[in-house]
């Protein structure tokens, strides 16, 4: 006797699964930027000389503000969960119930919105409108996939809200208190 679910319920789990969708190369350009901006901001403090503290602490400050940034666009990403589709954009992160997704379509300008029944429109910063998507079409795809998803996983019993909140990004936000931090040190160097 197999440990295995039967198929149709193998199928199931997998289309309960959460997918997430993004651009390649925001996770690559994000990480680079990441790493290049630590290694210029180890630089910028080794070169500190006794006494003048100003030049380095204030490149350090503009490294950290860089990768918070950098972090914040480049972690926009859409999630189809198993009940709600999530678009996190650098600020504001919007959960939507499949319920109340109306259409998912492509502005002329290539920037992938979702118009809710409620009348709201969201954009997403993940597949924003670019020259490059023009010719390679991920908006597009990833239009056509949320709209497959939404077709599977659409449920009319829920009664949950489309919901605002924060985006929480962990690196941002701790660079971001860190170029506080710095840019206070800077000011308190120069006098």
């Not at 860089?66 to 959960?95: A, C, D, H, Q, W």
């Amino acid at each position: 006797m197999s440990d295995k679910p039967p198929k149709g319920e193998e199928m199931n789990q997998a289309n309960q699964k959460s997918i997430v969708l993004r651009r390649k190369s925001f996770s690559v350009l994000s990480w680079a930027i990441l790493v290049a901006m630590v290694f210029f901001a180890i630089l910028a403090a080794e070169e500190i000389p006794s006494g003048a503290a100003h030049g380095p602490l204030t490149g350090i400050a503009a490294c950290l503000g860089t990768i918070v940034l950098v972090r914040r666009i480049m972690g926009s990403r859409i999630v189809l969960g198993k009940s709600e589709l999530e678009i996190v954009n650098p600020v504001f992160t919007y959960r939507i119930p499949y319920r109340l997704v109306a259409e998912v379509d492509t502005s002329q300008d290539g920037t992938l919105t979702i118009h809710t029944s409620e009348g709201g429109e969201i954009s997403s910063v993940a597949f924003g409108g670019s020259l490059l998507d023009h010719f390679v079409g991920s908006s597009d795809r990833a239009a056509a996939r949320i709209k497959e998803i939404v077709r599977q996983r659409r449920s009319p019993r829920t009664e949950a809200q489309a919901r605002r909140t924060l985006t929480v990004s962990w690196i941002a936000d701790f660079c971001l208190l860190a170029t506080i931090g710095v840019a206070v040190a800077a000011l308190l160097a120069s006098g």
